[in-house]
């Protein structure tokens, strides 16, 4: 089970915006309503206000007093001005559902669109994942501003009814822009439910050892690793302690991991709150490797 821990409820129809003026398009903002939760998650903004308002992304990218309905990929670059990459995942109803589990596992929203269930059928609602456990995902709704709960196949079908005639859809995918100098980081410290993701082809593409470390307690880790042109492999509860040596996964560069494009790493549990835990790629391996 993964919880964006701390995924904020971001209205649409809020009347919070970041420049004193009167939301002119609630009701019709569930795109950047959407799209301000997520960056809100990612940027650890805790409170609406100033650039973080559904308003305050419609204005940025439509202009101050449009009205009516917008489409997510005309945020990509507004997105990566707040430090966030925004690209889309295609397929039918049901690969879409597997892909947003594992996004979510890797910590990242998912932005996706919906027949509108609150009224004007020519219309589409905009949703956000931010939850997922087997055989379920958890969206936020920005209509509501409340998490929703269903199982995978009635997304699978909801997906679908987008519009029946095109069989391939897409979801839009939110995650930690990295800088070139960000793509060098071999060290990562991990936080108790916070996922964290080390996107670094020059690194996790490269060759070293995947070495988990602890100070201070025990903790159990999360870790999963993104193959390139493949699905995501899980390690889901690798235990890891400051009496005992540094937890090896694995040797990156080398069969099966030669291919290791992202890696995934997450804190699911702690002996006691002060506990620091470390994921690092060093190029010599100095410990006996997990299971």
Not at 70 to 96: E, R, T, Y
Request: charged residues 20%; negative net charge.
């Amino acid at each position: 089970m993964t919880i964006l821990q701390g995924f904020p409820m971001v209205s649409e129809l809020t009347e919070i915006t970041g420049n004193e003026q009167h939301s002119e398009n609630p009701g019709l903002n569930c795109v950047p309503a959407s799209l301000c939760a997520g960056a809100m998650y990612l940027n650890r903004v805790t409170q609406l206000g100033g650039k973080y308002t559904p308003d305050s992304f419609k204005d940025a990218v439509y202009g101050q007093g449009y009205i009516g309905g917008m489409a997510a990929f005309k945020f990509v670059d507004h997105c990566a001005s707040l430090g966030i990459k925004l690209f889309s995942l295609q397929g039918p109803g049901a690969q879409l559902v597997q892909m947003a589990h594992e996004q979510v596992r890797a910590g990242h929203p998912v932005v996706f669109t919906e027949p509108n269930p609150y009224g004007n059928p020519n219309f589409t609602h905009v949703c956000v994942f931010f939850g997922e456990d087997t055989g379920r995902l958890t969206a936020m709704d920005p209509f509501i501003a409340q998490a929703i709960t269903r199982g995978d196949a009635e997304w699978a079908t909801i997906l679908s009814d987008v519009d029946p005639t095109i069989p391939t859809k897409e979801i839009w995918i939110m995650e930690e822009l990295m800088s070139e100098e960000e793509d060098e980081v071999v060290h990562l410290d991990l936080e108790l439910n916070k996922a964290r993701v080390l996107t670094a082809p020059t690194i996790v593409g490269g060759k070293g050892w995947l070495c988990l470390s602890a100070d201070f307690g025990t903790a159990t880790v999360r870790v999963a690793l993104k193959h390139r042109g493949s699905g995501w492999e899980h390690k889901d509860a690798v235990e890891v302690a400051s009496t005992g040596d540094h937890v090896v996964i694995c040797e990156l560069g080398k069969e099966p991991y030669q291919d290791v494009t992202k890696i995934s790493a997450q804190v699911t549990a702690v002996s006691v709150p002060d506990v620091v835990v470390s994921l690092d790629i060093t190029p010599n391996k100095p410990y006996p490797t997990v299971d």
